[in-house]
C-alpha cells in the first residue's frame, strides 16, 4: 500500500461526487417500470457506484501502488484503470442501447474499450520509459478507432431513432468524444508518461474533473429527460401523478 499524498483532496472530492450521483441516479430512477428503459437507470447507477468505490479506494491508499521507471519512482493509481475497465464499457453500452445498436456492434465497441484500458494499464506499469510511450501510443490508437466506430456505425444506427432521441445521442457522443480525447493528454504530460508536465497533484485534480464529467455529467444528460427515454424504448409516456383531492 503507497502513502497517498496532497491529492488526496481530489480523491475525496471525487468520492463524494460520484456517490451523490449514485443517489441522484437512484431518485431519478424511482418510479420507472418498463423494463427496457430500467436497463439505462441500472447501467448509470453502476457507473458511478463502481467509480465511488474505487476513488474511495484511492483515497485511502490501498488503489496506489509505485514503479520504478528510468530511475524514477512514480505512483500509479491502479484502482483508475479498474474503475476504466468496468465503467467505460458500460458509459458505451448506455449510448449503444439508446442508439439501438445492433449485438455486433456492441461486442465490437465494447472490445476494443477493454483493449484500450488494458493496454493503457501496461502503459503504466511498464518500467521502461521508451515502453511506457510505445504501449501509450496502442491504447490512444485503440482510442482513435473506438471513437471512429461512434461517430461512424453507432451513428448511422441512430439515425433510425427519432429527431429527439437522435439529438441526444449526438449530445452524449460528443461529451464521451470531447472528454476522452483529453484523457491520453493529461496522461503523457502528467507523471505517469514521465514528462512531468502537470505534477502528481494536479495530474489528480485533471482526472477526477474528467471522470465526473464523463461519469457524472453524461448520466445526468442521459437521464434528464424521461419523454426521450420512453421514445427510444418504445415504452409507454410516464402518467403523471394524480392530484389529491381536496376536502370541501
Same mark, same amino acid.
Not at 1 to 7: D, I, N, P, S
Given at each position: 500500500?503507497?502513502?497517498?499524498?496532497?491529492?488526496?483532496?481530489?480523491?475525496?472530492?471525487?468520492?463524494?461526487?460520484?456517490?451523490?450521483?449514485?443517489?441522484?441516479?437512484?431518485?431519478?430512477?424511482?418510479?420507472?417500470?418498463?423494463?427496457?428503459?430500467?436497463?439505462?437507470?441500472?447501467?448509470?447507477?453502476?457507473?458511478?457506484?463502481?467509480?465511488?468505490?474505487?476513488?474511495?479506494?484511492?483515497?485511502?491508499?490501498?488503489?496506489?501502488?509505485?514503479?520504478?521507471?528510468?530511475?524514477?519512482?512514480? !505512483?500509479?493509481?491502479?484502482? $483508475?484503470?479498474?474503475? +476504466?475497465?468496468?465503467?467505460?464499457?458500460? *458509459? %458505451?453500452?448506455? @449510448?449503444?442501447? /439508446?442508439?439501438?445498436?445492433?449485438?455486433?456492434?456492441?461486442?465490437?465497441?465494447?472490445?476494443?474499450?477493454?483493449?484500450?484500458?488494458?493496454?493503457?494499464?501496461?502503459?503504466?506499469?511498464? !518500467?521502461?520509459?521508451?515502453? $511506457?510511450?510505445?504501449? +501509450?501510443?496502442?491504447?490512444?490508437?485503440? *482510442? %482513435?478507432?473506438? @471513437?471512429?466506430? /461512434?461517430?461512424?456505425?453507432?451513428?448511422?444506427?441512430?439515425?433510425?431513432?427519432?429527431?429527439?432521441?437522435?439529438?441526444?445521442?449526438?449530445?452524449?457522443?460528443?461529451?464521451?468524444?470531447?472528454?476522452?480525447?483529453?484523457?491520453?493528454?493529461?496522461?503523457?504530460?502528467?507523471?505517469?508518461?514521465? *514528462?512531468?508536465?502537470?505534477?502528481?497533484?494536479?495530474?489528480?485534480?485533471?482526472?477526477?474533473?474528467?471522470?465526473?464529467?464523463?461519469?457524472?455529467?453524461?448520466?445526468?444528460?442521459?437521464?434528464?429527460?424521461?419523454?426521450?427515454?420512453?421514445?427510444?424504448?418504445?415504452?409507454?409516456?410516464?402518467?403523471?401523478?394524480?392530484?389529491?383531492?381536496?376536502?370541501?
Amino acid at each position: 500500500m503507497a502513502q497517498v499524498g496532497a491529492e488526496s483532496l481530489w480523491l475525496l472530492i471525487g468520492t463524494i461526487g460520484m456517490t451523490i450521483g449514485t443517489l441522484y441516479f437512484v431518485g431519478r430512477g424511482r418510479g420507472v417500470t418498463d423494463k427496457k428503459m430500467q436497463e439505462f437507470y441500472i447501467v448509470t447507477i453502476f457507473i458511478t457506484a463502481i467509480a465511488a468505490a474505487m476513488y474511495f479506494l484511492m483515497y485511502t491508499g490501498f488503489g496506489v501502488t509505485t514503479v520504478t521507471a528510468g530511475g524514477e519512482e512514480l !505512483t500509479i493509481y491502479w484502482a $483508475r484503470y479498474a474503475d +476504466w475497465l468496468f465503467t467505460t464499457p458500460l *458509459l %458505451l453500452l448506455d @449510448l449503444a442501447l /439508446l442508439a439501438g445498436a445492433s449485438r455486433n456492434t456492441i461486442f465490437t465497441l465494447v472490445g476494443l474499450d477493454v483493449f484500450m484500458i488494458g493496454t493503457g494499464l501496461i502503459a503504466a506499469l511498464e !518500467t521502461t520509459p521508451a515502453y $511506457r510511450i510505445v504501449w +501509450w501510443g496502442v491504447s490512444s490508437g485503440a *482510442l %482513435l478507432v473506438l @471513437l471512429y466506430f /461512434l461517430v461512424g456505425t453507432l451513428s448511422k444506427q441512430a439515425k433510425s431513432k427519432s429527431t429527439q432521441v437522435q439529438t441526444l445521442f449526438s449530445q452524449l457522443r460528443n461529451i464521451i468524444m470531447g472528454l476522452w480525447l483529453l484523457y491520453p493528454v493529461v496522461w503523457l504530460i502528467g507523471t505517469e508518461g514521465t *514528462l512531468g508536465i502537470l505534477p502528481l497533484y494536479w495530474e489528480t485534480a485533471a482526472f477526477m474533473v474528467l471522470d465526473l464529467s464523463a461519469k457524472v455529467g453524461f448520466g445526468m444528460v442521459l437521464l434528464g429527460s424521461r419523454s426521450i427515454l420512453e421514445d427510444a424504448t418504445g415504452a409507454a409516456p410516464t402518467e403523471p401523478e394524480p392530484e389529491a383531492e381536496v376536502a370541501a
